[in-house]
C-alpha cells in the first residue's frame, strides 16, 4: 500500500510534462515584465564629498581641547542640525527639488523625503594605537552623499551639505570651548566673592578675638608665667616692707619723740603732748595689729586730726628727738612703698587674671578659627583651581578659533556623478527572472493539486484500497514516436536557450565574461 500523497521523482517529471504549459507561457510573460521595468525604473544619481577627520596639531599633553566628544558622535550632532526641517526647506526652495511631490506633500513628508536621500557614513581603518600598543579601529573620516535623479542637482546639494557640515562642526566646537569658558570664568568669580566673605570673617573675627587666638597661646602664656614673677616679687618687697615697718615699729615704740622735761602730773596735756603720747600708742598698737585693725585706724585718724591743730612744733619746752624724726620718716616711706606695691600687686593679678581669661577661651576660639580657616583654605584651592582651569579653558578656546584643534577637512569634493547607482537594474531583472520561475513552477503545481483526476497505478490503488490485476502500458504508434522526437528536440533547443539568455543576461547584467574568467582562472592559480 502507498500513501496517496507520496511522489516519487517520476510522478514530479509527470507533472512537469503534463503541465509544461503553464510554464512556458508565464515565465517568459513575467521575466519580460520585470526585465522591463528594472530598464524603466528612473536612474538616481549620487554625489558623495570626503571629509578626513584630522586630529590635534598640538600634542594634547601640552593643550587639551574642552571638546572631548567623539567624532562619530559630533557628526550625529551636526547631522541633527543640519537635517532641521527649516534646513530642509531652504536647500529645496534653493535648488528646486522634487517640484511634483511639493505640490501634494506637507512640508515633514518633503523633510522625510530629503532625509531618506542623504547618506552620511563613517570610514573606518586599522590604526595602531600609541596608549595600548595594539591595532584597533578609528573613524578616520566619513561621507556624506545626496541622491537626485538629476545629477547637477545631487552635486549642488551634496556640496551644500559638505559646506554646512565644515562650517558647523567649527561653529559648534567653537561656541562649546566659548561657553565652556565663559562657564568656568562665572564659577571662578563667584567662588572668588565667597573667598572675599570667609576672608572678611577671619578679619573680623581675628579683630574680636584677637588675644585669644591660638597664635597668641604662647605669647599669653609667656605672660601669666612674667606676671606670676611679677606677683611673687611683690609680695616678697611687701613682706620686707612690713618687716621693716614691724621694726621700725617697735624701735619707735620704745623710743620718745621729744627730750623729757618735767612736767606737773596735776597739768593738762598740752597738744603736742596728745600728740606725742597718741605716737607712742600706734606705735605699740602697731607691734601687736594690723594696720587694718580699728584702733589701729582710729588712732592714725586722731594723730591726723591733732598734726593738723598744732601742726608739727615741738611742745613747750622740749625738743623733738633727731633719731625719732628720722626713723617716722622711714616709717612714713615705707607706708608709702607699701601702698604702692599693694596697688601695683592689684594691677598684675589684674592682668595676669585677663591673661589667663584669655587662655581659657583660646580653645573655643582656636576651634571657631579653625573652622573658618579650614573653610577658607578649601575655597580658595577651589578658586585657584577655578582659575587654572580658566586659563586652560582660555588657551582651548583660542586653540579651537585656529582650527588648531581636532578639524573636519575636506579631503575631495562632491563631483557630478555620470552613472546611476540606483536602481540596480542587473540585481532587479534577476530576481523578476527568480520570481517569474518560481511562479511558474508554482503554477504547474497549483494546477496539479486542483486537477482530480487519476495518474498511475499507485493512485488507483490508494482509493480502491487494491492493487490492480495488470496494467496496459501506452501503444505508441509511429506518429506518437514522432511527435515524442519533436518534443525531445524543442527541449533541447529551449534549454540551449536558457543556457544562451542565462549566460547573456550574466554577462550583461553581472559580470563581463571575459572579467568572470580572469577571476576564475585566478582562484585556480591560488589553489
Known sequence: M???????????????RRRKYYFILTFPLLAAVAIAIALSLPPIYRSQGVILIESQDIPTD??????????????????????????????????????ELRQKASPTQLAQEFRSNVSVNMVSARVMDPTRGRATTANIAFTVAFFDPVPAKAQAVANDLVTTFLSENVRVRTDRATETTAFIREEANRMRTRVQVLEDRIA????????????????????????????????????????QLHLLGIELSGMNRYLPAPIDASAV?????????????????????????PDVVRLKREIEVLRETVGNSSPAGQVE????????????????????????????QEEVDQYRERVAQTPQVQRGYEDLTRDYESELRKYNELRSKELEAEIAQNLESENRAESFVLLEPPLAPTVPVKPNRKKIAAMGIIL??????GLMLLMEMLDGGIRGPRRLSGILGADPLITIPMIMTRKDYLLKR?????YAIAAVSIVIAGVAAFHFFVMSLDIFWLKVMGRINLM
Open 486 to 490: 519533436a518534443r525531445h528536440i524543442s
Open 269 to 293: 596735756m598740752t597738744g603736742p603732748q596728745r600728740l606725742a603720747a597718741l605716737q607712742n600708742e600706734l606705735a605699740q598698737l602697731s607691734n601687736r595689729y594690723s594696720d587694718a585693725h
Open 62 to 99: 601640552l593643550v587639551r581641547s574642552t571638546v572631548t566628544s567623539f567624532a562619530e558622535q559630533q557628526i550625529k550632532v551636526i547631522e541633527q542640525r543640519v537635517l532641521t526641517t527649516a534646513l530642509i526647506q531652504e536647500a529645496v526652495q534653493k535648488h528646486n527639488l522634487y517640484p
Open 2 to 16: 502507498f500513501d496517496e500523497n507520496e511522489k516519487g521523482l517520476s510522478d514530479y517529471l509527470d507533472i512537469l
Open 204 to 243: 573680623q573675627f581675628k579683630s574680636e578675638f584677637s588675644n585669644s587666638l591660638p597664635e597668641m597661646l604662647n605669647f599669653n602664656l609667656s605672660m601669666i608665667e612674667r606676671g606670676e614673677e611679677r606677683l611673687l616679687g611683690i609680695q616678697n618687697q611687701e613682706a620686707q616692707i612690713k618687716d
Open 321 to 348: 628727738n633727731p633719731q625719732y624724726r628720722q626713723i617716722s620718716l622711714q616709717v612714713e616711706s615705707l607706708q608709702r612703698d607699701l601702698v604702692r606695691m599693694q596697688t601695683q600687686r592689684e594691677r598684675v
Open 436 to 441: 517569474a520561475g518560481g511562479f511558474g513552477v
